[in-house]
């Protein structure tokens, strides 16, 4: 089973600032690796597919980026809305896996 | 517009049954394979079950902590999805959510359901 470790676990930024999140395989997912978004009593909303791909209607200031095993979700500027919890996600093998989240708070 | 909804969910005791269905609408049912996908309570996100497209056989795959007790399948003609849960355990506890994946073999898991509660408790 592919384990992938997000980190930070928790991040306090202001609105308008920078937020970079990273996702680490335990081993290769080539780039078949995906990024969401769950605010409180919410489904999770697919942002980012195969590492750098923004899904219909999210914003630009989302990106993407890595490849293996090493992945970064970004978010510049921050807006109030944008602070939720993030996980990254791979169907490179069964079984498909997420990271345990980060969480992304006001500070 | 894209929907899933899931129903079924509920209050059950361990060793008991249920069944989860997730109705969907707006697109094309058999051209995408589907997943579900749970969370415990103030927990993250762990995958169950997932099945293909007809032209794939409607294969599957199961989580180790689910295989062997869990049935996902579906109907095409219902645009229907399903989940069969069999000897449920409190471990079982958590929102289930139906998921779209954007291709009919796999791919991403594009569009979610608002989930359903399963409370596995005496």
């Known amino acids: 089973e592919i384990v992938l470790t997000q980190s930070p676990a928790t991040l306090s930024l202001s609105p308008g600032e920078r937020a970079t999140l990273s996702c680490r395989a335990s081993q290769s997912v080539s780039n078949y690796l995906a990024w969401y978004q769950q605010k409180p009593g919410q489904a999770p909303r697919l942002l980012i597919y195969d590492a750098s791909n923004r899904a219909t209607g999210i914003p630009a200031r989302f990106s993407g980026s890595g490849s293996g095993t090493d992945f970064t979700l970004t978010i510049n500027s921050l807006e109030p809305e944008d602070f939720a919890i993030y996980y990254c996600?791979?169907?490179?093998?069964?079984?498909?896996?997420f990271g345990q989240g980060t969480r992304l708070e006001i500070k | 517009e894209v929907r899933l909804v899931e129903s079924g969910g509920g209050l059950v005791q361990p060793g008991r049954s249920l069944r989860l269905s997730c109705t969907t609408s707006d697109f094309t049912f058999g051209d995408y394979a589907f997943t579900w996908v749970r969370q415990a309570p103030g927990k993250g996100l762990e995958w169950v079950a997932f099945?293909?497209?007809?032209?794939?056989?409607?294969?599957?795959e199961y989580a180790a902590s689910v295989k062997d007790r869990f049935i996902i399948s579906r109907d095409d003609s219902k645009s229907l999805a399903y989940l069969q849960m069999n000897s449920l355990k409190s471990e079982d506890t958590g929102v289930y959510y139906c998921v779209r994946c954007d291709r009919d073999y796999g791919g991403n898991l594009d569009y979610w359901g608002q989930g359903a509660l399963v409370t596995v408790s005496s």
């Open positions: 996600h791979q169907r490179s093998n069964w079984p498909i896996t």
């Open positions: 099945i293909r497209g007809k032209l794939y056989g409607e294969t599957t």
